[in-house]
């Protein structure tokens, strides 16, 4: 088991390592410290969504509606800033409204039962209504100059702001999978829940806490993305969805649950801002992105599974040419 | 098994009838036949990859890239109707051809390459969509021939042809599932994998029948797509993969694999287009309707887990029952 995931980080350590060997013979602005960061800069906002999505499919489930979360986010934060004029106050409001999104698909899934695709595909489409009835369908930017530091700012010189948030939250999240009991839980209800029942971990509240914790990811991640684009909108996490779970794939969490680290969805959310970032300095159309992010997954996850291929191709030959 | 179907079938109708009921009571505009017309009109595409969606979702799988193969299937037929001396043969070859090669392309990476479909379908909608707007370089297919567009209206026998597509297409998927081996192998994949390759079934071969099927079947619906838009939009489709897999949902199919009907498929197709319809006809600002496809969708699964949950303690309860009639210890 561990020696299967220590090859996936393998692989894909080396694919990371080939695109930016590549990326930096392409385009020669491409391996500067100035462009590295940028590229951190443009990663943090759909890696803060990975980070909830890598814990949730860590248990065996999948959350469809961290985008709409976010947006809503970004919906409430400006709302409120506009009737109480507090910006700590709104921001806070915000968050707290990412975690009630999150309970609310976690009571679902948790409690009564439903599957999380199913659940997350209604609170998708839901999360986002109540951010367009909110908003009316309208973007908001009446907002104050210092609400654009988060998603503009630099500190240290040239380090930008979320940057770091990305980096803390990304750090924080990997010790609470590997240090904390809460941790060791959520790996063993994604390993198998009935054996995890039996051991006396209390699932609904573990996945309870894992839908909380992704919501307010969520949260942070449509205040970080409104703060950039100086506007609230019901739509703006919406197209990081895929992506971030595409990212967290690609990173080694297996989809059916019990294993995956941060550090793997850390590595999986670079090589998509790697991807975007290089094709756009050599000036390859960004419609190229869609197509060569789709292609990273398939790849990796075929050479992943390269043993699987030669078996059945072996048993494909054996049945019909002998 | 087959009482289990029927009933849930049946609350999902009374939902409908209920949804409906409600509309007509507000708008007497909802219960006129051209608008009732209008409605499965607007929903044709929808029940079509409906029909192909359920098959993949009985096999427990799902397939997300369909909004993608949609756009492109339409932007290959359109640009075969532009060429002069095309005709509605050539388009529906290349529509049905190209839905068959994507939708294989997906079931080959599923079974041979047991990559889990959630994942192959996430990638491959990024690939079909991304070398889509390459190729397209972003450009619309505008100025279609008449001919093409005509499709759309024209009725053979007053029956518009749109409907005479669905109704081969629920023809045919309904004589695979109830009367081919086939079918039979669909359901028992979906029930239990390990079990079926057991008793012989080549869950693989399954598995990429069910996706060139559905591919299939979103290339037939690319071809009214285009006839019925006019123009066809590189980005046609994003996000409609969504809509395609809710309303299986609400019809009733299992995510987990192994039931799901061509009958409840379509009333969640009827559902979501009666909601959208009525949301236009009530003069309710439109950005309410997510709310109300959402919350119907949530409803929806949410009533099902509860139901079969009562339905096992029940079973419980009678084999419990059983047992101590039998003299047994519980």
Known sequence: MIGIKRSHELILLLFFSGLIIIMSLLSPSFLTIDNLLSVTQ???EFGILALGVTVIIITSGIDLSVGSIAGLTTIVIAMSYGWSGSLVAAILLGILAGA????FNGVLIAKIGVPPILVTLGTMTFFNGIALVLSKGNAISDLPEEFYFVGQGYLFGNVPVQT?????????????????????????????????????VQVDKVLLYVYIFAGIMSAISGWIISSRVSTARADLGAVYVMQSIAATVLGGTNIAGGSGTIFGTVIGVSVFAVLANGLNLIGVSPFAQNLLMGLALIVVLLI????????????????NFN | MNDLLKKREFVMFMMLMVISICISLITPTFLTPSNLLSIVMNNIILAIMAMGMTLVIVTSGIDVSVGSQLGFAAIFVGLVALIPGSNILTVLAVGIVSGIVLGLLNGILIAGAEIPAIVVTLGTMNIFRGSLLLYTNGKWVTALPAWYTSLYNTSVMGIPIPIIILLLVIGVTYFITQHTRLGRSIYALGGNPAIASRVGINTGMVTMFVFA??????????????AQLATIDPNAGTSFELMVI????????????????????LIGVLILGVLQN??????????????????TLITAVTLDVVNNRKKEERKKVIYVAEEVKAGGSV
Do not use: D, H
């Open chain 2, 213 to 226: 099927y559905m591919g299939a079947l979103t290339g037939i619906a690319s071809i009214l797509y285009g």
């Open chain 1, 164 to 200: 770091l948030i990305f980096l803390v939250l990304a750090i924080l999240t990997s010790l609470l999978l590997s240090k904390t009991p809460w941790g060791r839980r959520v790996y063993a209800v994604g390993n198998n829940s009935v054996a995890a029942v039996f051991s006396g």
């Open chain 1, 100 to 103: 009630l999104c999150g309970a």
């Open chain 2, 278 to 295: 009525g949301i236009i006809l009530m003069r309710i600002e439109p950005y309410w309707q997510n709310v109300v496809v959402g919350l």
């Open chain 2, 246 to 265: 809710s309303a299986v949902v609400i019809g009733g199919a299992n995510v987990l694999g192994g039931s799901g009907s061509l009958l409840g498929s």
């Open chain 1, 42 to 44: 443009q990663m943090s």
């Open chain 1, 304 to 319: 992943n599974n390269v043993s699987i291929i030669k078996r059945k191709i072996a048993i494909f030959i054996k049945l």
